[in-house]
């Protein structure tokens, strides 16, 4: 049975996390589309907002937490599957 590599999906999943949120911040500085978007999310990444500093912030907060969410999903499958 093959396992997940814990280290390898936490950051995965954290780059990936990251980049989507950077990059909504960014659009959402340049033209204002997903505005109402980086607000629901800033609610939750504190200095998360629609400016280029903004979606620097929040792509650090979305690193951290990606990073986690990913390691905790690989630890708890490969302990359900063995």
Known sequence: MNRLNIKAL??????VWAAYVILLG???????????????????????????LGGLIG??????DG??????FAWVYNKFTG
């Open 10 to 15: 936490g950051l995965g999943l954290g780059i």
């Open 26 to 52: 960014w659009i959402a500085a340049l033209s204002g589309y997903g505005c109402s978007l980086v607000e629901l999310i800033g609610s939750v990444y504190l200095g998360y907002n629609p400016t280029i």
């Open 59 to 64: 792509g650090v907060w979305a690193f951290v």
């Open 67 to 72: 990073a986690i969410a990913g390691a905790v």
